[in-house]
């Protein structure tokens, strides 16, 4: 039964960055079948994809195209995690942050998610 | 870009009797890598993560309950609860995963409540 435990900070300050980290347990990171995904939920936006990072013999990143030129997803194989980096956040990037286990099925697993909320 | 729709945006039906729920793709997400139709249902009670109920438009997740099915194909999908149990009231959102390059738009959600 993979696991997924998120931790980081709750509060951001404007124009600085936003940071997230995601421990996997119960899968490997370099698991071929899956990718490790960031996903948003605001009341303005909604369930918002962000990004995934996945193995195939090599990592591969995907971004929104809302968040990539702010936006960098790093897998950490010595710790099984990954994390999310969201640079120069505004309060629109106030929202609860989960990431997750994606498969040709869809998204089975999930974090607990973190409220994030930007302001000075 | 794929756009998401579902109809209602929220319901309220009694308990045992029959909830359904729509959603509607701009575009066909059939595909055989898929398959079939790359659709995905979830539910979200307050507090907590979405889970996933169905995969491929009708396949249920393990654990999931027969209450729940789901159907459709192309552009046009329904969740339907054979009948409503108190803990199933929640948000029910729909989400494609077929373009490329990913967006994996979700559905704006369904509220379903107990009438």
């Known amino acids: 039964q993979v696991q997924l435990q998120q931790s980081g900070p709750g509060l951001v300050k404007p124009s600085q960055t936003l940071s997230l980290t995601c421990v996997i347990s119960?899968?490997?990171?370099?698991?071929?079948?899956?990718?490790w995904n960031w996903i948003r939920q605001s009341p303005s936006r909604g369930l918002e994809w962000l990004g995934r990072t996945y193995y195939r013999s090599k990592w591969y990143n995907d971004y929104a195209i809302s968040v990539k030129s702010r936006m960098t997803i790093n897998p950490d194989t010595s710790q099984n995690h990954f994390s999310l980096q969201l640079n120069s956040v505004t309060p629109a990037d106030t929202a609860v942050y989960y990431c997750?286990?994606?498969?040709?099925?869809?998204?089975?697993?999930w974090g607990q998610g973190t409220l994030v909320t930007v302001s000075s | 870009d794929i756009v998401v729709t579902q109809s209602p945006d929220s319901l309220a039906v009694s308990l045992g009797e029959r909830a359904t729920i729509n959603c509607k793709s701009s575009?066909?997400?059939?595909?055989?890598?898929?398959?079939?139709?790359?659709l995905a249902w979830y539910q979200q009670k307050p507090g907590q993560p979405p889970k996933m109920l169905i995969y491929?438009?009708?396949t249920r997740e393990f654990g999931v309950p027969d209450r729940f099915v789901g159907s459709g194909s192309g552009t046009d999908f329904t969740l339907t609860i054979s009948s409503l149990q108190a803990e199933d009231v929640a948000v029910y959102y729909c989400?494609?995963?077929?373009?490329?390059?990913?967006?994996?738009?979700f559905g704006p959600g369904t509220t379903v409540d107990i009438k």
């Open positions: 119960g899968d490997s990171i370099f698991n071929n079948n899956v990718a």
């Open positions: 997750a286990r994606g498969k040709d099925s869809g998204f089975d697993s």
């Open positions: 989400q494609q995963f077929i373009d490329s390059p990913p967006r994996f738009t």
């Open positions: 575009q066909s997400v059939s595909h055989s890598s898929c398959n079939g139709n790359c």
């Open positions: 491929w438009a009708s």
